[in-house]
């Protein structure tokens, strides 16, 4: 069975500071895998998503992660965070099938301070 | 374009009441999915609709919890006999078929059961 931890429940950064969000996932075959990230009160919205070639992807709002097969992860990082990164981001793989569901990690809530 | 919407965004139950969550998809995503996410948790997977075909049903916590839709338009999700347990925030997500498996998620449906 697919599933994905998320180790960091929160993390706070000081605003202009790089981030680093973990993730890693456990998985059969080479999977898909998401970056979701979710403010009070709203639904997800998909930051990035891997599924084949370049090992490094770039998402919306300056992101970007990396896949390692090696370690199984899929961190996403971001080189300045700004106050209003401050959301709760969600991991998720999923499988080649296409109608699979995601399975999703329980969330790091990130906080920035001044 | 219009994207998944949720209604109500809020509702609180007595225990025992049922309860009908309702999610209008984006036009032509044939694919639909309910998640039900409980505080400091992550997505967990209800059921799956793609098209005609069989719900995906793997996910329904138990008999009390049912879904249905019409063809690729609306869904409802109906939770019979609350239990303080269901208290949670219900999302739908759709997809449209054969693109990159991106689920577009909706904001979600608050439930509070009382």
């Known amino acids: 069975a697919q599933s994905v931890t998320q180790p960091d429940i929160h993390i706070t950064v000081s605003e202009g500071a790089s981030l680093e969000l973990r993730c890693n996932y456990s998985?059969?075959?080479?999977?898909?895998l998401f970056w979701y990230v979710q403010s009070p009160g709203q639904g997800l919205q998909l930051l990035l998503k891997?599924?084949?070639?370049?090992?490094l992807v770039q998402g919306i709002k300056g992101f970007e992660a990396e896949f390692k097969r090696s370690q199984s992860s899929f961190n996403l990082r971001k080189p300045s965070v700004h106050w209003s990164d401050a959301a709760e981001y969600f991991c998720?793989?999923?499988?080649?099938?296409?109608?699979?569901?995601?399975?999703f990690g329980k969330g790091t809530m990130l906080l920035v301070s001044p | 374009g219009a994207g998944v919407s949720q209604s109500p965004s809020n509702k609180v139950t007595e225990k025992g009441k049922d309860v009908e969550l309702r999610c209008d998809p984006i036009?032509?995503?044939?694919?639909l999915y309910w998640y039900r996410q409980r505080l400091g948790q992550g997505l967990e997977f209800l059921i799956y609709?793609?098209?005609?075909?069989?719900?995906?049903k793997s996910g329904l916590p138990s008999d009390r919890f049912s879904a249905e839709r019409t063809g690729e338009s609306v869904s409802t999700l109906t939770i019979q006999r609350t239990q303080q347990e269901d208290s949670a925030v219900y999302l739908c997500?759709?997809?449209?078929?054969?693109?990159?498996?991106?689920?577009?998620f909706g904001p979600g449906t608050r439930l509070t059961v009382t």
């Open positions: 997500a759709s997809r449209l078929t054969g693109d990159t498996y991106e689920q577009y």
């Open positions: 998985y059969g075959a080479t999977p898909y």
């Open positions: 891997y599924f084949s070639g370049d090992t």
């Open positions: 998720a793989v999923g499988g080649y099938s296409g109608y699979s569901t995601l399975t």
């Open positions: 036009s032509g995503h044939t694919a």
């Open positions: 609709f793609q098209g005609n075909s069989a719900p995906d």
